[in-house]
């Protein structure tokens, strides 16, 4: 089909109008028009859809005839813009245009009554309806009438389907665009409200601001400016306090009440009036002259005044009070401040005047008030002064008349002062020199209460204690006397109060720290002026020293009295006349109690009393020490007679007489043994301690021979030698030299106090002899006694053992005892050997390092059988600090099998046996003991005891077995060691033995 | 020294007197030595005074109308134009004395009358008192204060409100316990046993606009600076009055930006007084509501909704903070607020009432809308102003 070519253009035309919403109804229109024209429709009307395409709205109409706005107005409304809403068959998805073609019976797009409205006024035979669709989006439709029957149909969807549904869709978009903008518009609009709202609410937050701020700065500038003026005030107020205080009269006051005032105040004039009597006042104080003419009458106003109140007026002639004066005072002084001024003595008031009507305020009452309250107070106090002058003025004539009266008592408390004066001197003086008295006295001074309170001690009291003064003071004195003296002490203190004179007693204190020392209290009671006892003084002296000397002195009167009295010699004392004075106390002699006083020729043989007078006259005449030899009545005796000199002559003598006899007859010995050194037919010699002869008996020929040695030659070095120990100094010493088949034992007896050795020798040769036969002897015996032992000892122990066959306990009990025997017998061979070799002096100690305990521990297992049978019990106590010493560990055990065995043989049954050792702790031998509670050893056999064969009695008498060697044989075991053994014993209760051994201890 | 307060809504004037009077003397306990009363001009006067005096009889009365109603710590209290308030002291211990004088043309001497009455009545004769209460009638506040000033000086301070109506139609009225008058200066000279305080604050900060006053006769103001004064005022304040230079009330639209003159200044901070335009005269010049002279310099003052809000509260609490006192030192106060900018922020008013309660510390106090304001100045000096908020606090016993 062929378009039409410029109908197109023109509809082209028309859509390139669509620039924007200003164009689109003319562009709608326009194209309306223009597809209508070209498809031979009358009427065309454009609908098109909005929101969200429920409704539609006439957008343009098209109609040839110009009869639209007649129908309008038929129909009441303009078609242009009549929304309508959409039928739900209306919108349906259907190709872009779909045509219908409806004769008068169109019924959908729009209402029915247009449409028939339509159809009859424009005479429509032909309905046709083109609906818009872009997609899936209904745009509008379009309804084309006509008149005529066979429209353009063709023509019509073409312009409709690719002009008509693009322009609408173009308007649409540029629609959608500009509600866009409008709503973007809105947006933005409503923006720039909300931040000019804003802006105005802050701007009138601001302008309110400022008004607070500047209402604010006029409320502190006003504030600051009170202050100011508050501070000014009170800087006038305290001038004028200042003003007033330094005012003493009353005058003065008012005056300075005034000025002050008027600084405050500001008036022009100020007055005070005065209430001199009930309602009526006077001037007092004015600053105007004009004002003392005035009379002042109390009415209202006045009475409110003094009730109080401050009270301003703005026109005085309006007050009563003022009323009454001067009309030119109430000219001048038109306002008018009046202030109370009442105290308990007065009542006045202050006015303050001004030419100003109403020049006083509030204010100026307010400052009133407050400096009202200061010139009242000052005013009180010149009151109060000038009070206190009238009574000073009445005092002072009093006190004339009565002056003449004190000159009098004045002039006898004068002299009364001055003999106080002098007494208080004298007692401070007293109490300064009894002060230094208590000070400087070496005793110590203590006053103390009467319930024994010390109330003062001085310095020396409080050192003798370890105290201070202060510690001294408040104690009580039973706290420092030792309790064993607190008896004596209260005694002594109760006789004070008793009125007894002072006593002296001694007493024992403690010192601080406890230790006791003794004192002697020298106490006395101090009464007070009535004659009361006020309390105790003490001066107590440190005795110690004293105490000391004095035991020395008994302790040495007792050590000399008894040297005088253990003296065997007589000691007297005589006077010049011959009597007893002292004498000292000898066996048999009489007493001292009785022989002194006596004369001394009482006591002595007649023949001595001459002796005695002479050589006494000559002891006290020439002063000096008499030594006589005597005899009296067959006894020899030594005399000294010994002056004693006191200051200038001799006052006593003392005669010490010596029982010679002795001696005497020692000496005749000694004379007649003098002479047997020569006749002695052993050697002997004496030589000096550096081995020269001095002398040499006839006897000592032969030793000489041999020594080629004569009386003022050396002896031979290796025989002086011998002598010497160690320190090369001469020593006790037996030795024995051999000469030409002679032997001599040789003692050595350094003589140290006369510096020589005596030697005695003596010819041995006969003795070596015997003890050799003798040795041999016994080692024969011993020999031929121990040859049978072996199998005596051997077969019974044997058969004992039932290595043959079995015994019976018959048969036991014999071989037990020939065992038992045989070694019995074999411990006899072994001693007798033993003190044979021991004799001999050819006993040697094997000596080596062992340990106690183990040597102990035999020891006591040796004898613990015997010990059973007794049931006697063995205690072992060997002290571990015992180290392994240097011994001859059987030696040893012999001696401890000994001792025990001793102890079991003499202890009853349950009896107690101990064996203990240890360490001697001051020089570090081993001390050992065997103790036993057995019989005991009679006193007399102690001595003997270890002596060779001995037995005690009682032993023999208890038929107790021994050989008597047991001791012996140990006593030289451990003399060998070097050691000591020695018994204590008790009868009935049992015996010690004690051992002592030198041990060394090994290097570790 | 007691003090509580009243009020209602009721229509009823009779019964709205009732109401608020019992409640009154219950919360004092005892009969008032005075009652302040305000009123809107809806409670005809004579009722008012009848009624009050016959529930107080021996209480002194001093009252006057005020714009809408009046408020107190519990609120704005006005319903349709109709509201009062009473405020009533109980003080046996200070005096107070009321006068009432007919100003007639001649405020000055209605103030010197009435305050000799008052003082005379107060019993303190030659005593200035502590305190000048002062309600008026609109016109001659400033001779009326200087008269008060020719009796008493200078020094005592003066508070107050020019009496109200709703319209600005001459409807208010002024009356005390033996009078009634529409042209009448009422004053209470008060010596009250307790300390009082006083603030007088407007609230508008100036402008950088200024002029000259070159032609002014009492409250009109011809010309500025030679120029037609509405015509200046409407180019100062960008077209507030434009639709009114040919003449007309401007009201309520010049509440905001009222004309002020700088009166003192506190260390740098200058105060100024205020001067509301209320019309254009057919001349072009400007009826204020406050006296004018040529030469003062003037100053296009600007204020908000915002501070006429909350000034109220500053005020108050401006009068407690020179002396120092708190708001628990305090038994009540008596609040002038103007008519004009209560009808600014009528619908804020109840935040205005709160604004002062809460800087009172809800003590008692009433408030009233007036026609022009007096109070005493930061240095002491007596004034009276436009747009202002005066604020007379009674310290506690």
Redesign the interface.
């Known amino acids: 089909m062929q378009f039409p070519l410029e109908v197109i253009a023109k509809i082209n035309e028309i859509i390139s109008d669509i620039v924007d919403e200003d164009a689109h109804s003319v562009v709608r229109q326009r194209l309306l028009e223009t597809i209508a024209q070209a498809v031979g429709f009358e009427f065309a009307m454009l609908s098109e859809t909005f929101r969200d395409g429920n409704q539609m709205k006439v957008t343009a109409i098209y109609e040839e005839t110009k009869l639209m706005p007649a129908v309008e107005k038929i129909l009441g409304f303009p078609l242009i813009g009549y929304h309508f809403e959409i039928d739900a068959d209306y919108r349906f998805s259907a190709p872009p245009a779909e045509v219908f073609t409806h004769i008068s019976d169109y019924h959908t797009q729009i209402p029915k009554r247009i449409g028939s409205s339509i159809g009859k006024i424009l005479n429509i035979k032909r309905i046709v309806l083109v609906r818009q669709y872009t997609g899936d989006q209904y745009l509008g439709a379009v309804t084309f009438a006509t008149k005529e029957t066979d429209p353009k149909i063709d023509l019509l969807t073409y312009l409709c389907n690719n002009h008509l549904v693009y322009a609408l869709r173009l308007i649409r978009e540029q629609a959608k665009q500009a509600r866009q903008r409008e709503n973007h518009t809105r947006e933005l609009e409503k923006r720039i409200n909300e931040r000019t709202d804003a802006l105005k609410t802050a701007h009138q937050q601001v302008v309110v601001s400022q008004e607070i701020l500047s209402e604010s700065y006029i409320d502190l500038e006003q504030t600051r400016q009170v202050a100011e003026a508050r501070l000014q005030e009170t800087e006038m107020l305290l001038n004028g306090l200042k003003e007033l205080t330094d005012s003493s009269d009353i005058d003065g006051v008012f005056t300075s009440m005034l000025y002050a005032l008027q600084a405050i105040l500001g008036y022009e004039d100020a007055f005070i009036l005065n209430e001199k009597s009930t309602d009526i006042f006077e001037l007092i104080s004015t600053t105007s002259s004009k004002f003392e003419r005035g009379k002042w009458y109390a009415n209202q106003f006045f009475k409110r005044i003094l009730s109080g109140k401050i009270l301003a007026a703005f026109n005085t002639m309006q007050i009563s009070e003022w009323q009454e004066q001067d009309s030119d005072i109430c000219a001048q002084a038109v306002s008018a401040l009046h202030i109370p001024l009442v105290t308990q003595n007065s009542k006045a008031i202050l006015i303050c005047t001004h030419s100003v009507k109403g020049f006083f305020t509030r204010k100026h009452i307010e400052l009133a008030e407050r400096f009202s309250i200061l010139a009242i107070q000052a005013l009180s106090k010149s009151e109060l002064y000038i009070a206190l002058e009238h009574e000073r003025d009445q005092l002072e004539s009093t006190v004339g008349s009565r002056t003449a009266e004190l000159v009098e008592v004045n002039q006898t408390l004068e002299e009364e002062n001055a003999e106080r004066r002098l007494a208080e001197e004298t007692a401070l003086e007293s109490e300064k020199r009894y002060r230094s008295l208590f000070e400087r006295t070496h005793d110590a001074v203590f006053f103390l209460s009467l319930d024994d309170i010390c109330l003062e001690a001085n310095q020396q009291a409080a050192d003798m204690l370890d105290y201070k003064i202060k510690e001294v003071i408040g104690k009580n004195i039973y706290d420092i006397v030792a309790s064993h003296y607190h008896e004596t002490t209260r005694k002594n203190f109760k006789s004070l109060l008793s009125g007894d004179i002072s006593p002296i007693f001694p007493c024992v204190f403690y010192k601080k720290d406890g230790t006791e020392f003794p004192v002697e209290i020298n106490a006395a009671m101090v009464y007070d002026s009535e004659g009361q006892p006020i309390h105790i003084q003490s001066v107590v002296r440190d005795i110690t020293e004293r105490t000391k000397a004095k035991d020395a002195l008994q302790e040495a009167e007792q050590k000399l009295r008894s040297l005088f009295d253990n003296s065997p010699d007589f000691i007297l004392l005589l006077d010049q006349a011959g009597n007893i004075q002292f004498v000292n106390h000898v066996e048999e002699s009489p007493s001292p109690e009785e022989v002194i006083g006596a004369h001394v020729y009482n006591f002595i043989p007649a023949e001595q009393h001459d002796l005695y007078r002479e050589n006494l006259e000559k002891t006290f005449l020439n002063n000096e020490v008499i030594t006589i030899e005597h005899q009296a009545l067959e006894r020899w005796y030594i005399s000294r007679f010994v002056p004693i000199a006191g200051d200038e002559a001799v006052t006593s003598v003392m005669v010490i007489a010596s029982d010679i006899t002795e001696r005497k007859q020692t000496e005749e010995e000694i004379a007649i043994l003098a002479k047997f050194p020569a006749e002695n037919p052993n050697p002997i010699l004496r030589v000096t301690h550096t081995g020269e002869i001095i002398y040499a008996n006839p006897s000592s020929a032969p030793l000489l021979s041999v020594w080629n040695s004569n009386p003022g030659q050396k002896l031979p070095d290796y025989v002086f030698e011998r002598c010497l120990d160690d320190s090369k100094q001469p020593k006790i010493i037996l030795t024995e030299f051999e000469v030409e088949n002679q032997i001599f034992a040789l003692s050595f007896v350094p003589i140290k106090e006369m510096g020589y050795i005596n030697i005695y020798g003596r010819n041995i040769t006969a003795e070596k002899e015997s003890d050799r036969i003798k040795a041999d002897f016994v080692a024969s015996v011993s020999h031929e006694l121990r040859t049978p032992l072996a199998p005596i000892l051997g077969w019974s122990e044997i058969l004992l053992d039932e290595a043959p066959g079995e015994i019976n306990e018959e048969q036991r009990e014999f071989l037990q005892a020939i065992y038992d025997g045989g070694i019995h017998l074999q411990q006899i061979v072994y001693d007798l050997l033993d003190a044979t070799s021991m004799e001999a002096g050819s006993f040697r100690l094997e000596m080596e390092e062992f340990g106690f305990q183990d040597v102990a521990q035999k020891s006591v297992k040796f004898v613990l059988s015997e010990a059973d049978k007794k049931q006697i019990s063995l205690k072992l106590a060997i002290s571990p600090k015992i180290p392994k010493i240097q011994a001859d560990p059987k030696r040893i055990e012999q001696v401890f099998v000994n001792l025990l065995s001793n102890a079991v043989k003499f202890t009853s049954e349950n009896g107690e046996i101990s064996l203990r050792a240890d360490i001697c702790q001051e020089d570090g031998w081993v001390e050992i003991s065997v103790q036993d509670s057995g019989m005991g050893i009679p006193e007399d056999a102690l001595s003997k005891i270890f002596d060779r064969f001995y037995r005690s009695e009682d032993a023999v008498s208890a038929n107790i077995q021994g050989t008597g060697l047991g001791l012996y044989i140990s006593k030289k075991i451990i003399k060998g060691h070097g050691g000591t053994i020695d018994v204590r014993s008790t009868i009935g209760k049992g015996s010690v033995f004690e051992i002592r051994l030198p041990v060394e201890k090994l290097e570790a | 020294m007691k003090i509580k307060t009243a009020w209602s809504i009721n229509k009823n004037t009779n019964k709205a007197i009732d109401q608020a009077y019992q409640q009154l003397e219950n919360e004092l306990g005892a009969q008032p030595s005075l009652i302040i009363a305000y009123t809107s001009v809806i409670h005809e006067s004579n009722l008012v005074l009848e009624s009050l005096k016959k529930n107080a009889p021996h209480s002194l009365l001093h009252g006057g109308t005020s714009c809408q109603g009046a408020m107190t710590e519990e609120g704005f209290h006005s319903k349709d134009g109709i509201g009062l308030g009473l405020l009533g002291i109980h003080d046996p211990e200070g005096s107070y004395g009321i006068g009432l004088s007919n100003i007639e043309g001649d405020g000055r001497a209605a103030g010197a009358r009435a305050i000799q009455e008052a003082i005379q009545n107060a019993g303190r004769?030659?005593?200035?008192p502590?305190l000048v209460w002062l309600n008026s009638a609109p016109g001659l506040e400033e001779d009326i204060l200087l008269g008060i000033?020719d009796?008493?000086?200078?020094?005592?301070p003066v508070a107050g409100g020019s009496t109200a109506d709703n319209t600005v139609s001459g409807e208010w009225y002024q009356f005390t316990h033996q009078d009634i008058s529409q042209d009448a200066v009422v004053v209470s000279a008060m010596y009250p046993s307790v300390?009082t305080h006083l603030a007088f604050?407007s609230?508008?900060?100036p402008t950088q606009h200024r002029g000259e006053v070159t032609k002014a006769e009492h409250r009109t103001l011809y010309e500025i600076d030679g120029r037609p004064a509405a015509q200046v005022y409407n180019e100062w304040t960008e077209g507030v009055v434009q639709d009114a230079l040919e003449g007309g009330n401007v009201l309520l639209s010049t509440t905001l930006t009222p004309l002020g003159r700088m009166v003192g200044a506190?260390?740098e901070?200058p105060?100024y007084q205020l001067s509301h335009p209320e019309s254009v005269t057919p001349e072009g010049g400007l009826s204020l509501f406050s006296e004018i002279e040529v030469g003062q310099e003037i100053f296009l003052m600007?204020?908000?909704?915002?501070?006429l809000v909350?000034?109220a509260g500053?005020t108050a609490r401006?009068a407690l903070?020179?002396?120092?006192i708190s708001s628990r030192q305090i038994s009540g106060a008596l609040v002038v607020y103007c008519a004009g900018c209560m009808l600014t922020v009528q619908e804020q008013m109840p935040e205005v009432a709160e604004e002062i309660r809460t800087a009172l510390g809800g003590n008692p106090f009433l408030g009233i809308f007036t026609f022009g304001e007096q109070g005493c100045f930061?240095r002491g000096e007596n004034r009276h102003g436009n747009l202002m908020i005066s604020v007379v606090v009674f310290e506690s016993s």
């Open positions: 004769a030659g005593e200035p502590d000033q009796i008493i000086g200078e020094n005592v300390k604050h609230g508008y900060s506190v260390g901070m105060y600007k204020g908000t909704q915002e501070s909350s000034r500053r401006s903070r020179t002396e120092r930061i």
